[in-house]
């Protein structure tokens, strides 16, 4: 079993994946411990996902190995930045005098523009990644870089957390913690592909 998992996926338990590791152990114990404000916009879990997002965005554009390929990653965590501020609604726009409570954009001023102008950056990114022929420097790692085991399973513990959070227990602090143990598994995943040698496409 161990030889044909290790045949298609690199075992190794790398460094980078620690951190990953530990908030999977205490997500747990951390939702049934901490109080709702944890999971609020702008609340400690979240902040905290902003700055992984923002390491991770650095590590892409630092890459030397297939620089255009992480260039295009960095311009999706970009895309996820503001997919988490709303395009900056939740961090500069909150009703006073409440809790967790943001004007919507259709009551703000030019606020029309935002989705239209994502959507636009969304599309250069994509055009960006098909002018490039990105896909071939896909195909070539995926061919000479096995995949990294223990980063592949905790994006689906982050992905599955965040699914039940979400859609079965409606509980905002696992909701935030599923997306932080998601993030920082992502971002270990980047590294150890931004660190690992394949050829470059000609």
């Not at 923002?54 to 960095?74: D, E, T, Y």
């Not at 009551?107 to 102008?117: S, T």
């Not at 992905?159 to 143990?181: P, R, S």
Request: with cysteine.
């Amino acid at each position: 079993m161990i030889k044909r998992l290790s045949k298609y996926f690199d075992l190794h338990l790398y460094k980078s994946t620690l951190p990953a590791i530990l908030i999977a152990l205490i997500t747990v114990p951390c939702t049934m411990l901490l109080p709702t404000s944890y999971g609020f916009e702008n609340g400690p879990i979240e902040n905290l996902q902003m700055l992984v997002l923002i390491l991770a965005c650095i590590i892409a554009f630092c890459s030397r190995n297939h620089p255009k390929l992480f260039h295009f990653v960095g311009l999706i965590i970009i895309a996820l930045l503001l997919r988490e501020t709303n395009c900056g609604r939740t961090l500069f726009f909150a009703v006073p005098g409440t809790e967790n409570s943001f004007y919507k954009w259709s009551e703000i001023k030019y606020g029309w523009l935002v989705h239209p102008l994502y959507g636009i950056f969304v599309a250069c990114t994509v055009a960006y990644f098909i002018f490039n022929k990105l896909h071939r420097d896909i195909l070539q790692i995926i061919h000479t870089i096995k995949f990294p085991l223990w980063c592949i399973i905790l994006l689906m513990c982050g992905f599955t957390f965040g699914l039940c959070a979400e859609k079965i227990m409606h509980n905002m602090v696992f909701e935030e913690l599923a997306e932080l143990l998601f993030y920082v598994a992502l971002s270990s995943t980047i590294y150890i592909y931004a660190s690992t040698r394949a050829p470059a496409s000609k």
